[in-house]
C-alpha cells in the first residue's frame, strides 16, 4: 500500500512520530504519543495540510511516499465526536490505544476533509516497522 504525507524537507526521512508527539492539536494522539500521520492520497494530504496550515507559510514542503507491506490495516470505529474542532480527547484515545496495545502497524481513520476517503496512522515503534515501511519517493512541492 502506498501512503503520502506532506512535511518539511528536513524532517522528510525521519519518520519518528515525534514532531506529532509535541502536538498538542492532533487529532489522534495525546501530546507525548509518537504517531506518523499518513493520507490514502496525495490529494489527501494536501487537503489535510491546508486544515491545518497555508502550503505557502510550510517552509521547503515535500511531499513522501511510503510504501507499507502491511495488508490487513484495521479501521477502529471512531467515537461519535471524532470530527469537532478542535479535536477532542475521544479521538486521541483512539490513536493513544493504537500505539499503546502495539499489535498493528497501521490502522486506518477517516479525514475530517473528505468524507470519502481516509487517513493511516503508522506506530513507529512497532516491531516491523523497519522492515515493512520504507520511503520510495520524495518531491518537492512549490
Keep these: 500500500m502506498r501512503l503520502y504525507r506532506i512535511t518539511r524537507k528536513k524532517y522528510a526521512l525521519e519518520l519518528n512520530g515525534k ?21 490514502g492520497s496525495e490529494s489527501l494530504a494536501r487537503a489535510e495540510l491546508a486544515g491545518h496550515v497555508s502550503m505557502g ?5 515535500v511531499l513522501i ?21 478542535p479535536p477532542g480527547i475521544a479521538s486521541k484515545k ?3 490505544l493504537f500505539i499503546r496495545k502495539g499489535k498493528d502497524l497501521v490502522v486506518k481513520v477517516p479525514s475530517k476533509y473528505d468524507s470519502t476517503q481516509f487517513n493511516y496512522l503508522i506506530n513507529p515503534n ?15 512541492l512549490k
Design 19 to 39: 514532531g506529532a508527539s509535541k502536538s498538542t492539536i492532533n487529532r489522534w494522539n495525546s501530546k507525548g504519543t509518537e504517531i506518523i500521520y499518513t493520507s
Design 57 to 61: 507559510l510550510l517552509p521547503d514542503p
Design 65 to 85: 511516499v511510503i510504501e507499507v507491506a502491511s495488508k490487513n490495516i484495521p479501521a477502529p470505529d471512531p467515537p461519535e465526536d471524532w470530527d469537532v474542532t
Design 94 to 96: 483512539v490513536g493513544d
Design 126 to 140: 512497532h516491531p516491523d516497522f523497519s522492515r515493512d515501511v520504507k520511503v520510495i519517493e520524495m518531491r518537492e
